[in-house]
C-alpha cells in the first residue's frame, strides 16, 4: 500500500521510530513494520474485508439476524479492521485489562492503515470521539481503551479528538457481562452530550463492535444534537458464532 504509507507517512513517522526497535509483538522476530507486528505476523491476522458498509458484518455473515436492512443501525457507516478472533482478542484483552498500551497501539496502526484507503464515498470524518468509560472502569484501569485509540487514530490521519463532547452517566452499568440480547433489550441510554457545537462528520471510536448497543445509544444522542454524519470505527468486529470467520487477505 505505497500511497497510504506517501499520505501517513509523516505522521506515523514517529510511532514507526518507536516500534522500529522491537521484537514483533506477536513472534518476538525482528520487524521494521510501523505497527510493532511484522509482515508475515500481519499476513497471518484475520482481516475483515467485502463487509457491508452501514454495520460492518462481511457480506458472507450478513443473514438472519446480522442483516442489518431490516434493522439498520443509527449510525451510518461502519469500519473496523479485524475480526475479533485470534490474536486480535487476545490482543485487546490484553490491552484492555492487563494495561498491554503497545498491543492497543499496534491494532491502532493497523486500524488507521486500514481507514488511510478512505474512497471519496466514506471520507474521513471532521472529528474522532471515543466510546465513554464507566467511571468505575476509568478508575480501575487508568484510562479509557477507547480513548487511546481515537487518539493514537487522529494522529496517524491528522484528524481532531476529543473525550469531552459524550459522557457516560456515572450509574452506567458494566455491559461487558450482558448478552448480546440483553444488550439490544437494553434500552436506557447511559450516555449524555456535555456540549454541542457545529454539526460535522463525527467518527465514533471503540475497540471492539458486537451487538451495537453501545454505539447506536452513542449515536442516538449525537443524531438528536443535530450531527448527521457519523461513521463508527473499531479495531474489531465480533462476528456470529460457529461461522467460520478467519479471512487472511484484504481482497477476499
Ligand atoms: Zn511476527
Ligand atoms: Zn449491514
Avoid at 509523516?10 to 521510530?17: A, G
Avoid at 491476522?45 to 443501525?73: E, S
Wanted: proline content about 9%.
Amino acid at each position: 500500500m505505497p500511497f497510504v504509507f506517501t499520505r501517513l507517512g509523516l505522521m506515523m513517522r514517529r510511532d514507526f521510530l518507536t516500534f522500529i526497535a522491537r521484537p514483533c509483538l506477536l513472534c518476538d522476530q525482528k520487524q521494521n513494520h510501523a505497527s510493532g507486528i511484522c509482515g508475515p505476523c500481519q499476513n497471518d491476522l484475520p482481516w475483515l474485508a467485502r463487509a457491508c458498509p452501514r454495520c460492518g458484518i462481511p457480506w458472507r455473515h450478513h443473514t438472519g439476524a446480522y442483516n442489518c436492512f431490516h434493522n439498520p443501525p443509527i449510525f451510518n457507516h461502519c469500519q473496523t479492521a479485524f475480526a475479533y478472533d485470534f490474536p486480535i482478542k487476545q490482543l485487546i484483552l490484553e490491552f484492555k485489562e492487563s494495561g498491554n498500551l503497545a498491543a492497543g497501539r499496534a491494532l491502532a496502526t493497523c486500524l488507521a492503515l486500514r481507514l488511510g484507503l478512505a474512497s471519496p464515498q466514506h471520507p474521513l470524518p471532521d472529528l474522532l470521539i471515543p466510546v465513554p468509560s464507566s467511571w468505575q472502569k476509568q478508575r480501575q484501569r487508568g484510562y479509557n481503551p477507547a480513548a487511546l485509540i481515537a487518539k493514537d487514530l487522529a494522529r496517524a490521519l491528522n484528524r481532531p479528538w476529543t473525550s469531552g463532547l459524550i459522557k457516560a452517566h456515572p450509574t452506567q452499568q458494566d455491559r461487558k457481562h450482558q448478552s448480546r440480547q440483553q444488550r439490544l433489550n437494553d434500552v436506557t441510554n447511559p450516555f449524555y452530550l456535555n456540549r454541542t457545537r457545529a454539526p460535522c462528520h463525527i467518527a465514533i471510536i471503540d475497540d471492539v463492535v458486537t451487538s451495537m448497543a453501545t454505539a447506536n445509544q452513542v449515536a442516538a444522542k449525537l443524531k438528536a444534537a443535530g450531527y448527521h454524519r457519523i461513521s463508527l470505527w473499531a479495531l474489531a468486529r465480533s462476528l456470529p458464532p460457529n461461522t467460520p470467520n478467519r479471512s487472511n487477505s484484504i481482497d477476499d
